[in-house]
Structures are given as C-alpha cells and as structure tokens.
C-alpha cells in the first residue's frame, strides 16, 4: 500500500473507484480501490487489456469523469481545480484535430481560448511545431498529414499551454509499428526537454516498458492495479535497448503480472 | 511534398463522366424531341408538347415578361429560403442548448414539414390577408411564409446534428482547455456544423423554387413562373405553358449551381 500522505506527490489516488450503470440497471464495476503516488516528472504508463478500466482512471485524472469513491488530488487540488487552471494536456487516441484549421491555427487553439493576443499566438504556435519538427506543415490542412503527423501536431496542440502533466490515452495505438517507434524516440526527447509529468495508457507491453519510469499493471473484473513495476533501464533510451536481455526480462515480468485475462 | 495525399487519376475520370453522361442523356432527349419520334413514344400531338424550337422561340420573344415573372418567383424563392433556413438554424442552437426539450422541439418542426405545401398556402394567405393594402405586396409576403415553413424543417434538423454530432473527444478537448460553453459552441459546435449546412440546402433550395412556383397557385396577385404555368395551361396556350416550364427548371438547375459552387467554395479546405 503506497503512502498516500506524501506530500511530494504531484498526482495521488487514494482508493480510487469507479462504478456505472449499465443500460439494462446493472452496477459495473469499472474500477476499484487503486491507490498510487506520481511524482513530478515522472513517466508513468498505465497498461492493461482492453475493459481494464485503464482509459477510466486517465480521465478521473482529467477530471473528463468523477470517481464514485476515493480521492484524487493533483498538486493538492482536486481535479476540477487542476483542469480549471489548465494543468493538463491531453493527447487522446485519435489527434482530435479540427479539419476546418489549419496545422498552426489548431496549435493555436487553446491559446485563442485563454485569450493569447494573434502575435503571441503565432509565435508560441510556431515554437510548438518546431518541437515536433513539423514546421513546413504549419499551412496544411489536417487530412493533408499523414497519421504519424498529425498526432505529433495534437502533442504539440496538448503542450501549447505549457501545462505540467500531460496525460496520453493510447496514443499512437492507430499508427503503424515504424511511425510508432520513430514517435516513442520522439516523445522521450520532448519529455526530457520539457520536464513534464506523463501518464501514458497504453494496451502494448512493450511500448510501456520502453518508454516508462514505472509500468502500472491493471487487470480486467474488476479493473483493479495488479502490479506496479520499476523500469531501471538507463535513458536516454534508444532502439537498440530492446535487443538486450534486460529489456526482455523487463517484458517478460510485466506480461507476468497480469491476472485472469 | 512527404505526408501529402493526392486525388487520383480515376476521381477526375469519374467526376467527368458524372458529368458527360446525364448532358448525353438530356441531348439525346432533345433530338428524339425536335424530331418527333418523342411524340409516338409518348402518344401525344405537338400541341401539347411543341417542338422545342417552338419553346425556344416563344422564351426568346418573351423575354421581357418572362424575366418579371421570373424574378417575382426568385425573390420568393430566395427570401423564403434564407428566412426559413435562418429561424431552422436558430431552432437548431435552441434545441442543442436546451436538449431536455430539443429533440421534441425538432419533432414539431418535422412534423410541420409534413404538411404539403397545397394544404399550407391557403392557410397561409388567409393569415396574411391584412398586412398590407397592396394585392401584390399581401401576396409576397404570404408566398414567402410558405417558402419559410417548408425550408426550416430541413435547416433545423441538419443543423441540429451538424451542433450535436462531433467528432470523438473534440468536446474532452475543449473541456481539457476549461472552455466555457460559448466558446465551445464558437470554436467547435458552429465551424463543425458548416457542411450539415450545406447539406440542408441540397434539399431545401429545389424545395423553395417548388414551394415558391406552388404558393403562387393559391396567391390573389397573379405573377410568377408558376402561376404564369397554370394560367397558360387553362387557356389551353400549351407552348407558352411550356416555355415556363422550361423557364421554372432552368431557375431550379440556376440556383443550385449557384448552392454547389458556394459549396465548393466554403468546404474546400476540409476535402
């Protein structure tokens, strides 16, 4: 039971639950009893089968959803007061970007909405596309990118704001295993320049355990965290990392930890 | 350039068949037309249905007042479609604010829509029986009521879906961002529901030309394209009749060209 006192933490769930009712009455028991610590810059990846409750407890976190029981307190504020003050950038699984905008005008967005003056705006914008090294793009409609491109410009999108935590529900699962990987060296390279906190949902084993500090292992019926697993490998990480026998191993307990699927 | 998708080469074909084929179509029509082997097909004589030359001459040497009539209709037309459409869009926006009673809200306008235009424009003009002391002016602002009910239903409803159906998480997104409900509906309920527009007046701008030649049936001030087709058909002036007739399709085939280059123009940057 990890102690759920500690103040460091910048994201704690404290016997987090989450149940629905189905459409024919029935109580679904989405998810139940999950406690953990997140700290500051940490790369934490939620991973599970599909009805693990796994996207649920992402957007608990995004305050998209509240929790039937349990706390969760980010920075030591409640949800809804971290989404208020717009701590979070969400990268959801498709790249939600708007087809009536352009790539820099959709960058722009959450900037219009806070009231960023246009100079401003272009200017951040800009800074943002170049992150993702999708700066010739900036005229292009969206449907003009291919799918590896235009989730890169919803990361960017979900960093414009500067925000501190940076939440990613299955990102790059619709995208091919090259794209994929060329983005995972990507996004480990803007999270080390930018120092966010990430929580990344994802279904792949082996994605989780290459990317992250800690593997949150969620189990289905009901969605509970079955294991939380320390990824020790050292970083900067690069492709070859999966070739060797501590990665491997690392796979292997991760696939493990799993019950009942 | 990487990354970018281009329309392929048998689109542009298909888009030029879709075209070559119905105007083959309309010529072959023609020439069975002006070379009478329509009339034996049809079993009719040529005059109730004269020769097209027949047609052609009488538009040509009539211009003049057929141009009057055809304006009194198009403003009709117009007027009617831009009112009704205008009070569908806002029925639209009353019913995504208030979904509680939206959805029956929407049923209503349907309903509404149902009625056929024959039963609506004596109705309509007995309303409208006092507003002015001008035949004619009473007359135009009853044809364009029965435009303006028959355009909203089509409005409101599409409408309705183009505020309500988003595409997945865009509405996660703008609760991400702490948008306030006005700036979601600016930034991504209205832009979203740009083509349902569209979509709406591919059906209501044909209807407001039937709905404008229709409601002139019933008006007491005798103009328009479609009274001018009753009235000729009465005294048996056939080739006038038809050249009417022509006059009222080419209207239709005008503005909705009209509808598709705007179409074309608004929708382009999202195919």
């Known amino acids: 039971m990890p102690d759920t006192r500690n103040n460091d933490a910048e994201i704690l769930l404290d016997d987090v639950g989450m149940v629905y009712t189905a459409s024919d009455g029935r109580n679904v028991q989405a998810l139940t009893s999950v406690s953990m610590n997140i700290q500051k810059g940490e790369f934490i990846s939620l991973l599970g089968p599909s009805g693990c409750g796994k996207t649920t407890l992402l957007r608990i976190i995004a305050d998209l959803i509240k929790p039937t029981s349990g706390r969760v307190l980010i920075g030591g504020e409640t949800p809804g007061q971290a989404r208020l003050k717009r701590k979070y950038g969400?990268?959801?699984?498709?790249?939600?970007?708007?087809?009536?905008?352009?790539?820099?005008?959709?960058?722009?967005?959450?900037?219009?909405?806070?009231?960023?003056?246009?100079?401003?705006?272009?200017?951040?914008?800009?800074?943002?596309?170049?992150?993702?090294?999708?700066?010739?793009?900036?005229?292009?409609?969206?449907?003009?990118?291919?799918?590896?491109?235009?989730?890169?410009?919803g990361i960017a999108?979900?960093?414009?704001?500067?925000?501190?935590?940076?939440?990613?529900?299955?990102?790059?699962?619709?995208?091919?295993?090259?794209?994929?990987?060329?983005?995972?060296?990507?996004?480990?390279?803007?999270?080390?320049?930018?120092?966010?906190?990430?929580?990344?949902?994802?279904?792949?084993?082996?994605?989780?355990?290459?990317?992250?500090?800690?593997?949150?292992?969620?189990?289905?019926?009901?969605?509970?965290?079955?294991?939380?697993?320390?990824?020790?490998?050292?970083?900067?990480?690069?492709?070859?990392?999966?070739?060797?026998?501590?990665?491997?191993?690392?796979?292997?307990?991760?696939?493990?930890?799993?019950?009942?699927? | 350039m990487r990354g970018l998708k281009k329309g392929s080469l048998s689109q542009q074909r298909d888009k030029i068949e879709s075209i070559v084929y119905p105007v083959l179509f309309g010529?072959?029509?023609?020439?069975?037309?002006?070379?009478?082997?329509?009339?034996?097909?049809?079993?009719?004589?040529?005059?109730?249905?004269?020769?097209?030359?027949?047609?052609?001459?009488?538009?040509?040497?009539?211009?003049?007042?057929?141009?009057?009539?055809?304006?009194?209709?198009?403003?009709?037309?117009?007027?009617?479609?831009?009112?009704?459409?205008?009070?569908?869009?806002?029925?639209?926006?009353?019913?995504?604010?208030?979904?509680?009673?939206?959805?029956?809200?929407?049923?209503?306008?349907?309903?509404?829509?149902?009625?056929?235009?024959?039963?609506?424009?004596?109705?309509?003009?007995?309303?409208?029986?006092?507003v002015s002391s001008v035949a004619e002016e009473r007359s135009m602002v009853a044809k364009i009521l029965v435009v303006t009910v028959t355009s909203m239903a089509s409005m409101s409803v599409n409408a309705y879906r183009g505020l309500t159906e988003l595409p997945p998480f865009s509405d996660d997104l703008m609760k991400t961002y702490a948008a306030g409900r006005l700036t979601e509906f600016v930034k991504l309920r209205l832009p979203n529901s740009v083509p349902y527009i569209f979509t709406a007046l591919r059906v209501s701008v044909p209807g407001s030309v039937i709905g404008a030649l229709v409601s002139e049936y019933f008006a007491e001030y005798i103009v328009g394209v479609g009274r001018q087709i009753r009235e000729n058909i009465l005294i048996a002036q056939y080739a006038t009749a038809w050249a009417y007739?022509?006059?009222?399709?080419?209207?239709?085939?005008?503005?909705?060209?009209?509808?598709?280059?705007?179409?074309?123009?608004?929708?382009?940057?999202r195919r």
């Not at chain 1, 959709?106 to 900037?111: A, K, Q, S, V």
């Not at chain 2, 909705?256 to 608004?266: G, K, P, R, S």
């Open chain 1, 157 to 261: 999108r979900a960093l414009t704001l500067q925000p501190e935590i940076l939440l990613m529900d299955e990102p790059f699962s619709a995208l091919d295993e090259f794209t994929r990987e060329k983005l995972h060296i990507d996004l480990l390279k803007i999270w080390r320049k930018t120092n966010k906190t990430i929580i990344f949902v994802t279904h792949n084993i082996s994605e989780s355990v290459f990317l992250s500090d800690r593997v949150c292992v969620l189990s289905p019926h009901p969605g509970r965290l079955s294991a939380v697993i320390d990824i020790d490998l050292p970083r900067p990480r690069t492709m070859e990392l999966k070739d060797t026998a501590e990665f491997t191993a690392l796979v292997s307990k991760v696939r493990n930890s799993f019950e009942g699927v």
């Open chain 2, 27 to 130: 010529v072959l029509i023609m020439i069975l037309w002006q070379t009478g082997v329509l009339h034996k097909m049809l079993n009719t004589d040529d005059y109730i249905l004269p020769y097209p030359d027949k047609i052609v001459g009488i538009i040509s040497d009539n211009s003049d007042m057929i141009m009057v009539n055809v304006w009194a209709s198009v403003e009709v037309a117009l007027c009617g479609l831009f009112l009704g459409s205008l009070i569908g869009y806002i029925i639209a926006i009353a019913a995504t604010s208030f979904p509680t009673y939206g959805t029956g809200g929407l049923t209503i306008v349907s309903a509404f829509n149902a009625v056929p235009i024959v039963a609506l424009a004596p109705v309509i003009i007995n309303w409208t029986k006092d």
């Open chain 2, 245 to 269: 007739i022509i006059v009222a399709c080419m209207i239709g085939i005008m503005l909705y060209a009209m509808l598709m280059i705007a179409e074309a123009v608004f929708l382009r940057k």
């Open chain 1, 90 to 153: 969400m990268v959801f699984q498709s790249a939600v970007l708007y087809d009536w905008r352009t790539v820099i005008k959709n960058i722009e967005l959450p900037l219009e909405i806070i009231g960023v003056t246009k100079e401003e705006r272009c200017k951040r914008a800009a800074k943002m596309l170049d992150l993702v090294g999708l700066s010739e793009f900036e005229r292009h409609y969206p449907r003009q990118l291919s799918g590896g491109m235009q989730q890169r410009v």
